[in-house]
């Protein structure tokens, strides 16, 4: 990219050019170094121009402005970029630089296990060349035009990560991604309090899929909620994939723990083994590769590259914290994951004794209630030597598994995590294997912290 590809993609004007070719897009002035373009963007808590001197202090080449600022005396004479709009300007420069990619496009999105799958996928593709992927979670209105940015030149595939929490959520950023292809992990009451039902949560996901054009390919599980309304929406090729179902484009037969064998069509059958636990893995590893190879890449090249796969932090990370193992899956949770890891734990071979801590399930709205005490009932049986909870919703979790028979003398509930990260340690035993699982908000690893200690 050079500077009058900035100036034609965003429709802005540089104060002066930069001096050092710009490869790196960011909207974190602690990121700031030589070659990078920072961009103050406007927050419901910080304006990024305060911080605009401290991005060229720490090596920033340049700064996109909104026209009209008013530069300090430090950056007056630095090269800034000034636009109408910075959120707006970095989504057009996303798409400008997007034309540029020969990088098959491939969009990920769904309510659970998106990472995972992202990282899947993205793994298996190496074993075929360069392949870009989302860092981290950055799969929003801003997160996704820097993922796109930072996909190199050279790059054969790329992974993106789409992530919706509000209705039109899904409106820019598939505008702004025009996947080649792109996959559903699942459909689930995730930020349900915003949508009302599963089908309309569905509607906006599957915009994703309808962004993809008639060329490419969209991979779906067939078991998938609202699998009809995925499949409606798609103008392209559909290609399913199933664990239960053999008629399936790929089936998987999920054998030991984290390894399912794959059967398509007349190929021998392949072994994929990722090491996660849970059927809801064993989906995400199968519609990974069939994403792999339905953009073209062998068997052969899948399976070298699967051995490059890292699971993303907190999600099923197995750790030690002095005398007990801890699942650490607290990276975020709505029914659909919460039920999966509880029955994924529930069937996982430990050693010592099983306890659940679970925390709030955020953004359910009026639902909230009932959706906690309905996986409080389907976890009622679970082989739990205690079973803790912490928020106030998780008060109906508590309440649904005594009414499906579990010993309330083996409950414990937390108004705040900082609660149970004082008392939970005091409750352990030497030996136990502890599951954490909350969303986000509810900053459940801080028990391990205290655990740590």
């Not at 929406?233 to 089936?251: F, G, I, Q």
Request: glycine share 8%.
């Amino acid at each position: 990219m050079n500077a009058t590809h900035f100036e034609a993609w965003t429709g802005g004007k540089w104060t002066q050019a930069p001096t050092f070719p710009i490869t790196k897009v960011t909207q974190d002035s602690r990121q700031a170094c030589l070659g990078v373009l920072y961009v103050a963007l406007k927050g419901e808590r910080h304006d990024g121009h305060d911080f605009v001197s401290a991005a060229f202090r720490t090596g920033a080449t340049a700064a996109m402005v909104k026209k009209g600022w008013m530069p300090p005396a430090d950056v007056a004479g630095l090269p800034l970029l000034c636009v109408d709009d910075p959120a707006k300007a970095l989504t057009d420069l996303a798409k400008g630089y997007r034309t540029t990619l020969t990088a098959k496009m491939i969009g990920i999105t769904g309510s659970a296990g998106k990472t995972t799958l992202k990282e899947l996928t993205a793994a298996m593709l190496s074993g075929a060349g360069l392949t870009a992927a989302t860092p981290g979670n950055y799969n929003n209105e801003v997160g996704l035009p820097l993922s796109l940015l930072s996909v190199p030149e050279e790059a054969k595939f790329a992974v993106i990560e789409a992530g919706i929490s509000h209705p039109n959520d899904m409106d820019p950023l598939a505008d702004t991604l025009v996947p080649d292809a792109a996959a559903i992990s699942c459909i689930g009451p995730a930020h349900i309090e915003y949508f009302g039902t599963e089908r309309a949560i569905a509607a906006e996901k599957a915009k994703l899929l309808a962004a993809v054009p008639e060329t490419g390919f969209a991979v779906l599980p067939d078991t998938c909620a609202e699998f009809e309304t995925l499949r409606a929406a798609c103008r392209c090729r559909v290609v399913t994939c199933s664990l239960k179902n053999e008629s399936a484009d790929w089936y998987g037969e999920p054998l030991a723990k984290g390894v399912i064998r794959v059967h398509h069509a007349d190929e021998s059958a392949v072994l994929l083994e990722t090491g996660l636990a849970g059927e809801h893995n064993a989906s995400n590893a199968l519609i990974a590769y069939a994403l792999a190879r339905e953009s073209g890449i062998t068997a052969a090249e899948a399976l070298v590259g699967l051995t490059h796969f890292k699971a993303p932090a907190m999600r099923w990370e197995t750790l030690r914290a002095g005398n007990f193992t801890v699942i650490n899956d607290a990276y975020n949770a709505n029914p659909l994951s919460m039920r999966a890891a509880l029955e994924t734990f529930a069937g996982s071979d430990v050693v010592g004794t099983k306890v659940v801590c679970v925390g709030d399930m955020l953004e359910l709205g009026d639902a909230s209630d009932r959706q906690h005490r309905d996986v409080g009932e389907a976890s009622g049986n679970g082989p739990w030597r205690l079973l803790a909870a912490v928020g106030t919703a998780s008060r109906a979790l508590i309440e649904g598994a005594i009414k499906a028979g579990y010993p309330a003398s083996k409950t414990v509930w937390f108004a705040t995590t900082a609660e149970a990260a004082e008392a939970l340690p005091l409750l352990l035993q030497p030996g136990d294997t502890l599951l954490l699982k909350a969303s986000r908000g509810m900053r459940l690893e801080q028990i391990l912290d205290a655990l740590n200690r």
